[in-house]
Every structure is written in structure tokens, then in C-alpha cells.
């Protein structure tokens, strides 16, 4: 694929990513059309005049689709469009701003994805690499687009959070270091409920790396583990995760984190020293420091940005204590994987807040953690029945809440002193919320007026 043939680029859909997308093109020099069938916010429609970026709202006029170069399509946007199955069959490339960016980069890239820790991981390791000197970008789905990020000015090292619908649309992007953290059923209603598919969308991420590349993956799943091996990669595989097969290079038992990589080096470090506590975050700093050591980090600034890391926002975060109740926002816990992992790690009775919109959802897992942790549950949103259907026999207490507020109020008069209210909705938060910042930004709202 060869931006430098096309001229003529329209972006579809005026989000983060094309926003990003649709500057980066008008800063190389193309032709550009944004595109939205909406109406975006009035912030947004400002910076766009301000940038001087050609556009429509309330509408995508066909005409300009059909006689683009290339489209970039919002990774929300699926391919079943059918406007983008017109152009499709005209033979126009519909790429990721993923992908378009790779196009225009000499970066150093890290990639990560995963259906759970992919954005602690892509924050971590930002934060080792930053502190071993590196000029180091961070992009992706998480905070600017890649995009963006490099339409202000290129890095020497770029790492990225990448999803599953961004890889879908790309076709020569190459990380020098892939990571997939892990692969659980989600997003099943963009894959007509077909979970291979989801798992040949994470595949993608190594496609076209060769052998002087590296392909960091977990061993603890056995989905991920036959998916990778049956791909055959030509990246050098590095496994972490436990000690069982494949041997890994990183592992952690119950005191220590333990590296082996260089072969001839070992580095251990306490589990208690790191800033980032429970199990999923132990995998999540074994990627990152495999990662690191990968792009010749030493260990002692592994070890210090490991003590040192301020967590991320609406991932297990601590947000104040009212009268002995502890309050914490685990908003991005968007699918049931997620969720187990932050009901695994409590250590007091829990509330959970959970719900939204339902992405297919199998509760199954979750219902031993559920039983020995969760004293009640505040549904939010869509999803009630099901949750209930799930629960209801475990949990004696499970209620509707009709927005944040709401939740709060309900979760607060069924704790106790010594007890800790979760908000993590396993669901996406599409039906009652922009995206799930704007819910852990409200349920923290709400916490602090109490």
C-alpha cells in the first residue's frame, strides 16, 4: 500500500481518530474531506474551521467517497456500511487512522492490544521508556490518536494501544514490538458473535513483522496461545505469564516478578514494591518489562518506574472513603474479563455497580468471585434482567438505577463501614453515557457529593 500514489483522502467520521486522520493529512500536503453523518460537539466543529480541514455534517455525500484515494473510516464504522461496501467494490482502499499513520512514521513502534490490561500495559511501559530517556510518543486508544500525535511531530519511539477494530482495517502497519495481553470473548456483536474472528482481528497485530521483530504474548490463555502458534509468526516470540507451557521469559509466583531476558540475565523484583497491586496488574508489568527489556531498557529504571507509576485513569482507581466506604472507578472495565480481575483483587464486601450496553455478555465466569466477594449489586442501565437472571441467587441484593447518580446514592446506603462500592460495568457504556470516561467522570462526580 503506497500513500505517496494517492492524493484525495476522505475521513469518515469526526471522532479523536479522524480528527486526527484528517490533520495529519492536511499537514502532508493531501487533499482532504472529513466527513460525519452527525453533528459533532461545537468545540469540535471549531477546531476543524480552525485547522482550515474541508467538511460535512448531518450527511456523507457519496460523490466524494467514490472519488477518493483512500478512505479512513472511524473504527466504530463497520465495513457493512453501505457506503463503504460501494467503495469497496470500486477497488478504494478503506483503511484504519491506525494504518495511515503507520504510513507516515519512522518511529520506533510498540503495539499493544488485548481484550483486558492493554491500556495499563501501553501506560506502563510510556512510563519506563520516558524515564529511561527515550523519546517517547503515546498513542492510540488511549488519550490523542496516533494520528494526531504525529501530525504534531514525529518520535523516536511510539507506543500504542491498539483495539481490535483499528487493527481491522490495517494491512502494512508493522510494530518492531507487539504485545497481545490477552484474548477473552468481546466486541462478539461487531463479529457476528463468531469469536474467531475477534481473535483473528488481534492476530493481525504481527502480520507483518519479520524476523527482526518481537512478539511479546501471554501463555495464560490457551485460546491466545493456539491462535499464535497457528499463525506461525516471523517476529521472535517472547511468552510471559506463568510457568507453564511455552516457557516463559517473565513470570511471577506469589512474592516476585522474575525477568529472564536477556537468557543469561535474571531480574526479580518483590510484588510489594510495585505501585501497581492484584494479579492483573502483575501480568501487566511482566509485558512491560519484557517490552522494555526488548528495547534495551536496564533493569534498574524498569525497577524504579515500577515503584514510581501513578496508575491510569478509570482503571482501578481510588476515589475518596465516605464514612469507612471505599469508593473505586473501574469504568474501562468494559467487558466480563475485566470486571473479574477487579472483583478478584477486592479484599473487603463489595457493591458492585455494574450494567450497560450488553455486547453479548456470558456471566458464567464471574459467578464464583461474584459469590465470595459481591454482598449487592446496583444494575445500571440495560442489562437488568440478565444480571439478575445471573446473580440472583448469590446475591441477595440486586437493584435498577436509572442513571449515576442514582447508582451512587443506592450503592452508598447498602454499604457499611469496612466495605468498598466497585464501579465496574463489564458492559460498554453506550446506552446512558458518551463513552466510559464520561461515566467514571460522573460516578466520581457523584461520589464526592455525598
Not at 477518493?68 to 472511524?74: G, K, Q
Not at 483495539?163 to 490495517?170: A, E, N
Request: hydrophobic residues 40%.
Amino acid at each position: 500500500m503506497q500513500a505517496t500514489h494517492w492524493k484525495n483522502i476522505v475521513v469518515m467520521g469526526a471522532g479523536e481518530s479522524g480528527q486526527g486522520a484528517a490533520l495529519l493529512a492536511i499537514r502532508k500536503g493531501y487533499k482532504v474531506w472529513l466527513s460525519d453523518a452527525s453533528r459533532p460537539p461545537e468545540e469540535v466543529q471549531q477546531w476543524v474551521v480552525q485547522e482550515n480541514i474541508p467538511h460535512e455534517w448531518g450527511q456523507h455525500t457519496e460523490s466524494r467517497f467514490l472519488e477518493a484515494d483512500a478512505i479512513i473510516a472511524s473504527p466504530g464504522i463497520p465495513d457493512t456500511h453501505p457506503l463503504l461496501e460501494k467503495c469497496l467494490a470500486q477497488g478504494i482502499p478503506v483503511i484504519s487512522e491506525i494504518e495511515w499513520a503507520g504510513l507516515h512514521t519512522r518511529a520506533t513502534i510498540v503495539a499493544i492490544t488485548g481484550t483486558n490490561g492493554k491500556t495499563t500495559t501501553t501506560a506502563l511501559t510510556h512510563h519506563v521508556l520516558k524515564n529511561a530517556g527515550l523519546d517517547a510518543g503515546l498513542a492510540g486508544n488511549i488519550g490523542y490518536s496516533f494520528a494526531r500525535a504525529l501530525a504534531e511531530r514525529d518520535r523516536e519511539v511510539f507506543v500504542l494501544e491498539v483495539s481490535s477494530f483499528q487493527l481491522d482495517r490495517c494491512f502494512t502497519f508493522r510494530p518492531h514490538v507487539a504485545v497481545i495481553t490477552n484474548i477473552t470473548p468481546d466486541h462478539l456483536d461487531r463479529y457476528h458473535q463468531d469469536y474467531n474472528l475477534y481473535i483473528r482481528a488481534k492476530m493481525r497485530i504481527f502480520q507483518n513483522q519479520t524476523a527482526s521483530d518481537h512478539l511479546v504474548v501471554c501463555n495464560d490463555s490457551s485460546d491466545l496461545v493456539r491462535a499464535v502458534q497457528s499463525q506461525n509468526p516471523s517476529a521472535t516470540v517472547h511468552w510471559y505469564g506463568n510457568a507453564a507451557q511455552p516457557a516463559p521469559e517473565a513470570y511471577f509466583n506469589e512474592t516476585q516478578l522474575t525477568l529472564k531476558y536477556p537468557p543469561q540475565e535474571i531480574w526479580t523484583m518483590y510484588l510489594q514494591e510495585l505501585a501497581l497491586q492484584g494479579r492483573h496488574n502483575y501480568y501487566n508489568s511482566l509485558a512491560a518489562a519484557l517490552t522494555a527489556k526488548i528495547l534495551g531498557v536496564r533493569k534498574e529504571i524498569i525497577r524504579e518506574s515500577f515503584m514510581d507509576f501513578k496508575g491510569v485513569e478509570h482503571r482501578m482507581e481510588y476515589v475518596a472513603t465516605v464514612r469507612g466506604i471505599d469508593f473505586i472507578n473501574d469504568s474501562k472495565a468494559t467487558n466480563v474479563n475485566s470486571a473479574f480481575y477487579a472483583l478478584e483483587s477486592m479484599n473487603k464486601p463489595v457493591i458492585w455497580i455494574a450494567g450497560g450496553r450488553d455486547k453479548g455478555n456470558d456471566y458464567t465466569e464471574l459467578k464464583p468471585v461474584v459469590k465470595q466477594k459481591v454482598k449487592a449489586i446496583v444494575v445500571l442501565g440495560e442489562g437488568y434482567n440478565k444480571i439478575r437472571s445471573a446473580f440472583g441467587e448469590l446475591v441477595p441484593q440486586i437493584s435498577a438505577a436509572e442513571n449515576m447518580a442514582e447508582a451512587v446514592k443506592k450503592a452508598y446506603r447498602l454499604g457499611t463501614k469496612g466495605d468498598v462500592v466497585l464501579l465496574s460495568p463489564a458492559s460498554a457504556s453506550f446506552d446512558l453515557f458518551r463513552n466510559y470516561e464520561d461515566r467514571g467522570n460522573q460516578f466520581k462526580f457523584f461520589v464526592r457529593e455525598l
